[in-house]
Nanobody, 122 residues
Framework: QLQLVESGGGLVQAGDSLSLSCAAS????????LGWFRQAPGKEREFVAA????????KYVDSVKGRFTISRDNAKNAVDLQMNGLKPEDTAIYYC???????????????WGQGTQVTVSS
């Protein structure tokens, strides 16, 4: 089992920045691809960003490219999501996830955190 715990969410204004962190424990962290997903009220959970086990490759949904940055520190068992230029449409619960490879699909991830709320006011 790999336990994931997100932190860093909150209420911000449009244009502000926020940094989310996800701390992992329980298994060897650096075996897994990691992803961030989000779910807004009434919508399906959607892919935001992902990073390979070694941090050499990243993927982003088009709507966050140039604004969000995913990074990981295997020594600290942590993955971060730096969010700049936040927009009201970024409002959602943000989840980190771990799986055997890097993917944009929720079904490819095995372990999930409990989520952290991000609210962006206009």
């Amino acid at each position: 089992q790999l336990q994931l715990v997100e932190s860093g969410g909150g209420l911000v204004q449009a244009g502000d920045s926020l940094s989310l962190s996800c701390a992992a424990s329980g298994r060897t962290f650096d075996h897994y691809g990691l992803g961030w997903f989000r779910q807004a009220p009434g919508k399906e959970r959607e892919f935001v960003a992902a990073i390979t086990w070694n941090g050499f490759s990243t993927k982003y949904v088009d709507s966050v490219k140039g604004r969000f940055t995913i990074s990981r520190d295997n020594a600290k068992n942590a993955v971060d999501l730096q969010m700049n230029g936040l927009k009201p449409e970024d409002t959602a619960i943000y989840y980190c996830a771990a799986g055997p490879f890097t993917s944009t699909r929720t079904g490819d991830y095995i372990y999930w955190g409990q989520g952290t709320q991000v609210t962006v006011s206009s």
